[in-house]
Antibody, heavy 115, light 112 residues
Framework: EVQLVESGEGLVQPGSSMKLSCVAS????????MNWIRQAPKKGLEWIAL????????YYADSVKGRFTISRDNSKNTLYLEMNSLRSEDTAMYYC????????WGQGVMVTVSS | DVVMTQTPPSLSVAIGQSVSISCKSS???????????LHWLLQSPGRSPKRLIY???NLGSGVPDRFSGTGSQKDFTLKISRVEAEDLGVYYC?????????FGSGTKLEIK
């Protein structure tokens, strides 16, 4: 059974940093690209980052480019999202999702940016 | 970015009825490999999204065949036959043909 389990949720002040993790199981993690997708409270879905299976390419939404970094450790079956210079508008539920047809999603972690 | 326009924004249906949700894209979703990367997701209340249909009409694993998807190019439809109580939630269309991936604004399905 495929599982994606995110961790790292919390409340942080504007301008601070935070790192999310997503541990994958049930499939060969190192063979697949992975996404981070977020959902602000009562809003729709927003794709924010993609990393290729071998970390050779990384892509970001304009809304997070230069502030967020996606990475992975295939030896640990883990995907990461490092978030810097956090803003109130980054408050959202963050999901990891397997690329490219989005077949599997994690349960999500809530990130709240507030003073 | 490709804009995905979903209609209607909400639906209220009785158990056993059928419903359709429309999704229109601002560009053709046919990729250079000839495939169309248009997918349908359901977000049940308090849950993460679950993929129902991929590449227009392919049923995801474990998804009941009451769900079906049709369409081509820029115009797509999700049909739910014989709605059941567990079908309530927000339905999203999503495209992964063009970068960046984009989503429709969602259709909220309520049960009468």
């Amino acid at each position: 059974e495929v599982q994606l389990v995110e961790s790292g949720e919390g409340l942080v002040q504007p301008g601070s940093s935070m790192k999310l993790s997503c541990v994958a199981s049930g499939f060969t993690f190192s063979n697949y690209g992975m996404n981070w997708i977020r959902q602000a409270p009562k809003k729709g879905l927003e794709w924010i980052a993609l990393i290729y299976y071998d970390s050779s390419s990384k892509y970001y939404a304009d809304s997070v480019k230069g502030r967020f970094t996606i990475s992975r450790d295939n030896s640990k079956n883990t995907l990461y999202l490092e978030m810097n210079s956090l803003r109130s508008e980054d408050t959202a539920m963050y999901y990891c999702a397997k690329a490219s047809d989005l077949p599997y999603w994690g349960q999500g972690v809530m990130v709240t940016v507030s003073s | 970015d490709v804009v995905m326009t979903q209609t209607p924004p909400s639906l209220s249906v009785a158990i056993g009825q059928s419903v359709s949700i429309s999704c229109k894209s601002s560009q053709s979703l046919v990729y250079s490999d000839g495939k169309t990367y248009l997918h349908w997701l359901l977000q049940s209340p308090g849950r993460s999204p679950k993929r129902l249909i991929y590449q227009v009409s392919n049923l995801g694993s474990g998804v009941p065949d009451r769900f079906s998807g049709t369409g081509s190019q820029k115009d797509f439809t999700l049909k739910i036959s014989r709605v059941e109580a567990e079908d309530l939630g927000v339905y999203y269309c999503a495209q992964t043909t063009h970068f960046p991936p984009t989503f429709g604004s969602g259709t909220k399905l309520e049960i009468k």
